[in-house]
């Protein structure tokens, strides 16, 4: 009824335990305390702006990086 | 009109361009026939990394996120920039997600979300639901791409109805005749002049204002200024919390959206779609840039254009291209913008068709209905979808169609426990999975209803910031109604999930395994499974 036939083992799987960098870019985007300021500014923009600019860098960064060890333990 | 003519003849040229590319797209990796939803409604499931990085762009960051998310900056401040975290979380919050969904579509040929649901839970009336829930959410933002449209040709001096009619019928021709392959094709120009544009306008325009850090201080007197508590170039106390349930539930709806879906299912294997979570936050970087433009509006001194008494802050923008460029320029500026309609509103028609023919035309009109007639289906669905699309703009205020954009936010989030849940686990029971999205969806309408408005003088949906006062807590906060909604909905699936069980409610079958949530391009099993389920 709720299970369906098994004849394949699951030859792959998503699970690494560097998954949970993703929590990073997901995490640190949702404290405004770190970043609801006007000072310091950086080319003229205040904190407020250029550090969530600043936070596309750490959603590359752990998106890249969770590519990158998953390909590898693959093999693929 | 004649001092825009420069405008206008740069802006025709480039829309009748990217016309033409629409047509000659049904010839571009040309397959035996385009007679199937895999090939019409998915571009034959082939594309790239390059394609799918244009594409699922080009459908996410939409001409109105351009339009509408500087104006909000320009009217609110800082609550306005709630865009840029939410597209920073969305990907790596949703990195593990759509690749089980693109596994297990591949494996069963599923095409939308509803169809998911309907093979994971066996239930065609879940399935029915989240079909409906998709068709509603899309309809208004397809509308909306004609609000960008219509911004600039009113910026333009273009008046009256019939040159946005025309617009939609070429979109609306080579829509029907390409597919998906006409949007994927299109992106590449208007992505292309999207970020030439962005970066003349952040780079010259602040030297043209005295530098970046006047432009803030200009926007920082002018919400120091007003009387309204909730802008300000900065949070406040109050609206700290809508700022992030707005950002995170945003966020999770952004690839329950089926026009996101599709995106994601025409890209050829799992690879492709890791790389494009890397790699679409170059549009992020773009959006942020792009938000700054409403601050650039402030400080230059730009005012919206007026007409029957009523600011329409959205030509904010293009009134900001046409104050700092030369003619020649805020033509391209204005066609990239108008282009830029033109992608996701090809995708969310498309997207929404294959909608009204996998789940409601297959499972209820016609059962046996053969690839063709399903992509002949879709085909005309995609015309009625653009010819409501027209309707709801040229009938209603189009401040109201924003409204239903707002709603529809709130709506497609309620369909996270069938479809995003319902990757991972079936555990929650279908009866209670059905009671969840009604709760969801009454205790969403009802905190919208109650939301009033007071710039816009709007008593009801006036916006997405529910006071938490109203449910008798001694606070000034607002959250966003989305987030409160889900909850309810979660918590419902749960407790009916549970006496479900208790009442032994049969489980509906399900045609998915464990192993198919993972399977890649060239696995034997790959497209080679129909879909099946308990009738």
């Not at chain 2, 960008?148 to 021709?173: C, D, N």
């Not at chain 2, 590449?188 to 602040?206: M, R």
């Not at chain 2, 500026?333 to 035309?361: E, K, Q």
Request: proline share 5%.
């Amino acid at each position: 009824m709720t299970t369906p036939p098994s004849d394949q083992r699951p030859a792959r799987s998503d699970r690494s335990p560097w998954n949970w960098l993703l929590l990073v870019p997901i995490v640190i985007p949702l404290i405004t305390a770190v970043y609801n300021a006007d000072e310091p500014r950086l080319f003229g923009l205040p904190l407020f702006y250029w550090a969530q600019l600043a936070f596309i860098i750490l959603g590359v960064a752990s998106t890249t990086i969770v590519y990158q060890v998953g390909k590898r333990r693959n093999g693929r | 009109m004649s001092e825009h003519l420069t405008e206008i003849v740069v802006f025709a040229v480039l829309f009748l361009l990217v016309s033409g590319m629409g047509f000659v797209a049904a010839r571009w990796r040309r397959p035996d026939d385009l007679a199937s939803l895999d090939e019409w409604g998915l571009g034959g499931r082939k594309f790239g990394t390059w394609i799918t990085w244009f594409l699922v762009g080009g459908d996410l960051y939409t001409a109105y996120t351009f339009v509408a998310v500087p104006a909000l900056l320009y009217g609110a401040g800082a609550t306005g920039f709630f865009a840029l975290p939410y597209t920073i979380i969305t990907y790596p919050l949703i990195f593990l997600v759509v690749i089980r969904l693109w596994s297990v579509s591949h494996v069963h040929g599923l095409v939308t979300p509803a169809d998911f649901v309907r093979a994971r839970f066996g239930s065609p009336t879940l399935a029915l639901l989240i079909a409906i829930t998709g068709l509603v959410a899309t309809m208004p933002y397809i509308a909306l791409q004609l609000v960008g449209i219509e911004a600039v040709l009113k910026s333009m001096g273009v008046s009256g109805e019939l040159p946005l009619i025309i617009a939609f019928a070429i979109l609306a021709a080579y829509t029907y005749q390409s597919g998906l392959r006409a949007p994927a094709l299109i992106a590449f120009v208007k992505d292309t002049l999207i970020y030439i544009v962005i970066l003349v306008a952040v780079i010259y325009i602040p030297t043209r204002l005295g530098g970046m850090g006047s432009i803030f201080d200009a926007a920082r007197a002018k919400f120091e200024a007003t009387p309204a508590p909730g802008d300000g170039y900065l949070l406040n106390a109050n609206n700290q919390l809508q700022y992030v349930t707005l950002a995170l539930g945003s966020a999770m709806a952004l690839f329950l959206y089926p026009h996101s879906v599709t995106g994601v299912l025409a890209a050829r294997n799992r690879g492709v779609i890791k790389r494009n979570m890397s790699a679409l936050p170059a549009y992020s970087l773009l959006l942020g840039l792009i938000a700054l433009l409403g601050y650039m509006a402030i400080a230059a001194g730009v005012k919206p254009i007026t007409a029957g008494g009523k600011a329409d802050p959205n030509t904010v923008v293009p009134q900001l291209f046409d104050a700092m460029f030369p003619d020649w320029f805020t033509g391209v500026a204005y066609a990239a913008i108008g282009i830029g309609a033109l992608v996701p509103a090809a995708i969310m028609s498309i997207a929404a068709a294959n909608l009204f023919t996998r789940n409601i035309y297959k499972e209820y009109i016609r059962r046996d209905a053969t690839n063709a007639q399903e992509a002949a289906v879709s085909k005309i669905a995609s015309l009625v979808v653009k010819i409501g699309a027209v309707l709801v703009i040229l009938l209603i205020d189009p401040q109201f169609s924003i409204d239903l954009q707002l709603i529809g936010g709130v709506i497609i989030l309620q369909t996270l426990p069938s479809v995003g849940l319902g990757l991972y686990t079936r555990w929650l029971h279908r009866g209670g999975l059905i009671a969840g999205w009604t709760a969801g969806m009454a205790a969403g309408m009802l905190m919208l209803y109650n939301i009033a408005n007071p710039a816009t003088d709007h008593a009801h949906f006036g916006g997405s910031a529910f006071p938490l006062a109203k449910l008798g807590l001694d606070t000034k906060m607002t959250i966003y109604a989305g987030f409160l909604a889900l909850a309810v909905n979660l918590v419902v699936a749960l407790v009916g999930t549970l006496i479900a069980r208790a009442a032994k409610l049969a489980e509906g079958a399900d045609a998915t395994r464990p192993s198919d949530y993972f399977a890649d391009e060239g696995d034997p099993r790959v497209h080679d499974i129909q879909l099946t389920g308990s009738h």
